[in-house]
């Protein structure tokens, strides 16, 4: 059966003009409807529908997380994702609203292994009393990639290795579940169909890279999010920043990028949509004037997905974007 959700808001109200009728705190109509517009926790959206909404509602930080709960859940599920399109989550700070959003939800889904930097603290004191997962938990420590820049970290990346973002699918599933059991078999069927669709996208972004002469296997980015993605498929990457956004890059990097540019003769680089393009373009600036031409290859989806109606809007075409876009410019 599906997990009981919190006292709604228009409970909340009734229960309050009960009690001020009992004890005739208020005399008029007037006062009450005053009295319903400040009580905390009441605003328009909640009570104009979210209340007598049978679905399951689920808060999730980034959209590859929402994307996997949509999939899963159709009909009988209502997402909300917090960090929209170009949404750097290392950055992202929680608003009142993604609060609201967060204590709203009967399910409560993130990435974790401190992907969403600050929030962190702030999800890990709402699991003590509601329903919050990370959906990276049950991944083989064994499976993830050392930090290189934190200690006893690993780095959060993890949806770039298809087969790894299957096991986090998984746990998704699973905690939808746990949140209503009353629809398991639908929610089963459906995270079967989309994890063969995710096998068939891994073996796809195999044979894709593969047509990538070997020497030109070479992926250098904004920052180094794609660490995943070239174990699982045969690149060589490189981030002009580090694992998270939040460490700036210098000159120093900048020169160290460019001199491998030019020593290799490596032909493109990329931007990435979360992270300002300027970051690339110096690297590219410093590689002409030492005389290599290196061109910008195009625009990679890392943190964040795409507009929901564009060609980068859900998972599967998110990876299948950002792997097109690396074949053209280093085939």
């Known amino acids: 059966m599906k997990i009981k959700r919190s006292l709604s808001c228009t409970q909340y109200k009734k229960q309050h003009v009960n009690r001020l009728s009992r004890l005739q705190t208020y005399s008029t109509i007037a006062g009450i409807l005053l009295l319903l517009l400040l009580l905390p926790g009441c605003t328009g959206e909640h009570a104009s529908g979210q209340a ?15 994307d996997a709960a ?22 992202y700070k929680a608003s009142q609203g993604d609060i609201r959003k967060l204590d709203d939800a009967d399910l409560v889904l993130y990435n974790g292994l401190h992907l969403e930097g600050s929030m962190t603290k702030i999800l890990d004191k ?5 329903h919050v997962v990370a959906v990276t938990e049950r991944i083989d420590p064994a499976l993830l990639r050392q930090s290189d820049e934190y200690a006893n970290e690993h780095d959060p990346h993890i949806w770039f290795d298809v087969s790894l973002w299957s096991q986090a699918v ?6 939808i579940i746990e949140a209503d059991s009353e629809h398991e078999a639908v929610y089963r069927s459906n995270a079967e169909t989309y994890l063969k669709q995710l096998d068939a996208l ?10 990538i002469p070997a020497s030109g296997r070479v992926l250098i980015t904004a920052h180094d999010a794609f660490g995943y993605y070239g174990e699982a498929y045969g690149l060589e990457v490189r981030g002009l920043q580090g694992l998270s ?29 979360s992270i300002p393009a300027r970051a690339m373009e110096a690297v590219i600036a410093g590689a002409a004037g030492q005389g290599h031409t290196v061109k910008l290859g195009g625009e990679l989806y890392s943190d964040a997905l795409g507009a929901p109606d564009g060609e980068a809007g859900t998972y599967i075409n998110m990876v299948r974007h950002n792997t097109n876009t690396i074949v053209e410019a280093l085939r």
């Open 52 to 66: 007598n909404d049978e679905r399951l509602h689920i808060t999730a930080t980034t959209g590859m997380i929402a």
């Open 70 to 91: 949509k999939q899963i859940g159709g009909s009988h599920v209502q997402v909300t994702g917090l960090m929209g399109p170009g949404v750097d989550p290392h950055m």
């Open 126 to 130: 709402m699991s003590r009393s509601r």
């Open 170 to 175: 998984e746990r998704t599933r699973d905690a």
């Open 245 to 273: 956004t939040a460490s700036e890059y210098g000159s120093r990097d900048v020169a160290e990028l460019r001199n491998m540019l030019v020593e290799r003769q490596i032909k493109a680089v990329f931007a990435e949509s």
């Open 202 to 211: 891994h073996r796809e972004v195999q044979q894709q890279i593969a047509t």
